[in-house]
């Protein structure tokens, strides 16, 4: 495999990875997802510790849904996501930046602002926006991540247009999702109801993080060649 072909395995499996996430915080597990999550091949020789672990753990979680479930899991995301039942924000992991980066936990506040100029300067609304997500919604923020990880024969042919792609993702995961990840997927696990959504979240943050670091190494200087493509 040449090295371009490599560089776009590895956008390729982000942008399956970005999807993925995207997909689980926007709604409920359904039984089209649930048949795809059971036919997933889990990695199992990531080199990074806290993926894999997220990734065991995740495993383990889908290993035991079952279509009975699936009314479980739409509570857990209702109470858990959606504040469903109570109006204690402490008892809620809203999936907004807002939420977590302003110290009165409000919706549609900076980071709101922020996220609709970062996809206004790529000239595009985040896939899921549509559907009628606020613009910093966890979940449309990693489908514009997924939308930044698109593969393109002139990207992966150009060490300078490889090092803007990988800047934008840079920048974008470090002041739209980094900056209050951990705390949302803290939450999540602290107040999830099912192994499923608990598992979700450690797997979320790990990835995130590891992806960053991906990014991070392959901008040093002189060095552009493909990451790991476990995802």
């Given at each position: 495999m040449s090295m371009h072909d490599s560089q776009r395995t590895w956008l390729r499996s982000r942008q399956i990875m970005y999807r993925l996430l995207s997909?689980?915080?926007w709604r409920e597990?359904?039984?089209i997802l649930l048949v795809s999550l059971k036919k997933m091949s889990i990695p199992a020789d990531c080199a990074d510790h806290a993926l894999q672990d997220g990734w065991n753990l995740f495993g383990e979680a889908v290993a035991g849904l079952s279509d009975e479930c699936l009314e479980d899991l739409a509570v857990d995301f209702a109470v858990t996501f959606l504040g469903a039942g109570t109006a204690k924000a402490a008892l809620m992991a809203l999936?907004?930046?807002s939420v977590y980066t302003n110290s009165r936990r409000m919706l549609m506040q900076d980071a709101r602002d922020r996220a609709v100029a970062a996809y206004r300067a790529k000239g595009q609304q985040a896939g899921l926006h549509p559907d009628g997500l606020p613009e910093d919604h966890l979940?449309?923020?990693?489908?514009?991540?997924a939308f930044l990880c698109r593969t393109d024969e002139t990207t992966v042919a150009d060490d300078v247009r490889m090092q803007s792609v990988l800047q934008e993702q840079q920048v974008f995961l470090e002041q739209h999702l980094l900056n209050w990840i951990g705390?949302?997927?803290e939450d999540v696990v602290k107040l999830g109801r099912t192994s499923f959504y608990r598992a979700v979240a450690r797997l979320t943050e790990a990835y995130l993080q590891f992806d960053v670091r991906q990014i991070r190494n392959?901008?040093?200087?002189?060095?552009?060649c493909a990451a790991s493509t476990v995802i």
């Amino acid at each position: 495999m040449s090295m371009h072909d490599s560089q776009r395995t590895w956008l390729r499996s982000r942008q399956i990875m970005y999807r993925l996430l995207s997909r689980l915080y926007w709604r409920e597990v359904d039984e089209i997802l649930l048949v795809s999550l059971k036919k997933m091949s889990i990695p199992a020789d990531c080199a990074d510790h806290a993926l894999q672990d997220g990734w065991n753990l995740f495993g383990e979680a889908v290993a035991g849904l079952s279509d009975e479930c699936l009314e479980d899991l739409a509570v857990d995301f209702a109470v858990t996501f959606l504040g469903a039942g109570t109006a204690k924000a402490a008892l809620m992991a809203l999936p907004f930046a807002s939420v977590y980066t302003n110290s009165r936990r409000m919706l549609m506040q900076d980071a709101r602002d922020r996220a609709v100029a970062a996809y206004r300067a790529k000239g595009q609304q985040a896939g899921l926006h549509p559907d009628g997500l606020p613009e910093d919604h966890l979940a449309v923020l990693l489908d514009f991540m997924a939308f930044l990880c698109r593969t393109d024969e002139t990207t992966v042919a150009d060490d300078v247009r490889m090092q803007s792609v990988l800047q934008e993702q840079q920048v974008f995961l470090e002041q739209h999702l980094l900056n209050w990840i951990g705390l949302f997927c803290e939450d999540v696990v602290k107040l999830g109801r099912t192994s499923f959504y608990r598992a979700v979240a450690r797997l979320t943050e790990a990835y995130l993080q590891f992806d960053v670091r991906q990014i991070r190494n392959l901008r040093q200087p002189g060095v552009i060649c493909a990451a790991s493509t476990v995802i």
